[in-house]
């Protein structure tokens, strides 16, 4: 009797172990064999795309009007709507939802803001990491 209860113990406990890390592997999404999509570019990945001519790439500058008249400058041919006013003005890049979307802003971190409000909106975007402090010093 000792050993049959012994055994069922057993059987629980490892039954219970299996089924924990299945649900922890389905948590942290490493039973999804499909390729991540990438969230950040460097500026050096921007500025190689755009000399490229790449037509599936638009950039968003999120900074103020001010900003962009400031010391860091603006790329050409940029979309801009501040960080302030992209919630309002999301629908105007509707028609860019079937491209890339870098966003870019003065050091990186309106920009990742930015990403997730469009991401909500079912945008394809990628953070362009150090912003244009970075561009600067290429």
Excluded at 108 to 136: E, F, P, Y
Aim: proline residues 1%; positive net charge.
């Amino acid at each position: 009797m000792k050993k049959s209860f012994s055994l069922l113990v057993l059987f629980t406990l490892i039954a219970i172990t299996g089924c924990n890390a299945q649900d922890n592997s389905a948590a942290n999404g490493s039973g999804d064999k499909s390729p991540q999509k990438k969230t950040d570019m460097t500026v050096e990945e921007l500025k190689s795309r755009l000399e490229a001519g790449d037509t599936n790439l638009v950039v968003l500058d999120v900074r103020t009007a001010d900003e962009l008249k400031g010391e860091l400058g603006a790329l050409p041919g940029i979309i801009h709507i501040s960080l302030q006013e992209l919630e309002n003005r999301a629908n105007e890049l509707d028609k860019y939802k079937n491209k890339e979307i870098a966003v870019i802003c003065r050091s990186g971190n309106r920009s990742v803001t930015a990403c997730n409000i469009l991401k909500k909106d079912g945008h394809n975007v990628i953070n362009v990491q150090g912003g244009m402090r970075a561009w600067r010093k290429l």
